[in-house]
């Protein structure tokens, strides 16, 4: 029962539905209808909603300037769902099917903790990206009870992880409603047999189905198989899998849809294509090589990295363990089914069967996520494609990851570019036209906006440390460690992302005399930001994660470096937004794309990055800056010549410039980076030309393109 005054009975429509992400007039409204109510739940208006004072509801639904804003946005929101144009609709008419996309992860906001790192964003920007463009499109995949870990860091620096259930009804994930009360389960009967619980969100236009396996009906080893965002053995793998692929599918069918395209998001979601080979084989009665060209004409694949150990494989023992009576069933032969997966990788281990080798096989369409991606990646797949199943076959191609504009974009910036580019700036953000008009910014409002959304970054920070204090019992290096020292002025340079050892995020302290000069120049000094997680069974990682702690708590490093605890979309909102620069330090090529320095140019965020993932394509002089530039094959010599080529840039580039400033205090010629880094990576990164090309390149049938 809503406890909501009738007058704004439609503020829970909209809490429930996701779009209030990315509209700031929603977001607006939710937080002066309670402030600290939006505070205290995280941005979070379901829970929100439960526990504002009914005095205060009252209040606004009696106070005009509320109702004023009330009403235009919900306006505004019933027109998006049931009016308002449609790109897709307006340019492919004669396109009436669906097209269904299954990833195992999704980040969509802070308070749905079912996300690790960039595979999850990624989805959820090309969820919301293609609501806006009014693809008729569909999400599936799985809800994780106890979410992705909280992360503490304790006083030795070591990283800890704490798993939490997430409260279904504080969140916008609803049951799926079955005979009125009671929750939809579907029964998986092969190749093994349990029960999935199905939910189901809403973000903007478009719906997502999520499942999970944690109900009564099933056997407790089960129930666990989707607690947890990569939790488990190999085995618990193979079976997660097969729940996401199998199950994925059978809720698709159980709502009476058949799409015409579905989009595996990497080889996790692989095995959707076996029910799709079933369905051809026993319910058509086509043959097997019949079948598997019917699959591979719906199937388009997308593989996201280089690193070998991102690509699951299982042996031939474990896939028989669970497939031997699926195979028989559809009257193949172990060899045929094998085949399907079967490669050998890692030369002298012999075939395994490949999640990644399934779907390029059995998909009509595959792509990496960056230009150089797509390179190193039909290297890495060489042997595959070079095979005679591969003949008159197109070669992997590539589609470079984009962010989804609206949600990443701060505030301040918002409002610059509706005043300077006019308020259909949105409408046309992928049209590198618009962003010409950057020119006629002047370099005082551009300086004024970085201003703000430093502040809007600083506060936010300061506040975390607060609340953290609040709870008592913390070590007080622990409050400085959270940024409580940070300059507000000082050339502040961020670093947050997933602390796989490959993005070295430790790069930086190479020469420790050298950055120590850089960070306590008394004139130019920098001040590095960290945050990130390492994943949980990643001890390297971790290692040097505690590293990097041992520096921010050190007093030889002058309150200057700060690590902000459990890195989430939220941190990372405001770290893109507020920073100077964004440092980007991989081992090239094991960035496939990376999209925080995409996030990070949206909002005058200057990159300072290795030329690797999406970077090559982004940068042409002026727009930001290089590290490196020399390949070498041995890992120390690498790691020696980029560090120096770090520390020359930064010592003669970035820090003159960004504090050689005018009579008001501006730096000019810092603005010009700044400018022509906004112009030139807005559009080209945005996950509207992402979308747009997905759309042509691979969800349209190739005889409509
Ligand atoms: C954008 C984002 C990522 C991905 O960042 P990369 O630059 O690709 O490493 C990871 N986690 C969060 C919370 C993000 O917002």
Redesign the pocket.
Known sequence: MSRLPNRIKHLQDLAENLIWVWKPKARELFKILDHPAWNSTGHNPVHMLQIIPQERLQAAAKDPSFLKKYDDMIHSFQETLETQEKWFTREYPEFNDEIAYLSTEY?LHQSLPI????L??LSGDHVKESSDLGLPFIGVGFVYPQGYFKQTISREGWQQAEYENIDFSKSPIKPVPENGDSQLTIELQYPTSLFLRVWSMKVGRTPLYLMDTDIEQNQPWDRGLSARLYGGDNEMRIRQEIVLGFGALKILAHFGHNPAVYHLNEGHTSFAVLELLRHEILDKGLSFEEAKDEVRKKIVFTTHTPVSAGHDQFSFELVSKYFQSFWETLGISREDFLSLGAFDWRQGDGPKFNMTTLGIRLSRYQNAVSKLNGEVSRKMWMNLYSSPEFQNRPPLSYVTNG?HVPTWVSGPFQNLYKKYLGKNWFNRQDDPEIWERLDDIPNADLWNTRHAARQHMFSFLREKTRLHRIQGDRDSRLTLAAGALLDPEALTIGF???FATY?RADLIFHDLERIKKNLLDPYTPIQLIFAGKAHPQDDPGKHVLQNIFKKVVSADYGGRIAFIED???Q???YL?QGCDVWL?TPQKPM?A?????M?AAINGVVNFSILD?WWPEAYRGGNGYVVGGEDFSNKDEQNRYDAESLYDILETEIRPLFYKRNAENIPLEWCDVIKNSIKTVTPQFSARRMLKQYVRNAYLPSERK
């Open positions: 980040g996300y690790s790192g960039g999850g964003i962010v947050a992302r997933r993005k890195y989430d979309m941190i990372g909102r893109v980007n960035e794309s990376g999209t925080s320095g996030k993932g």
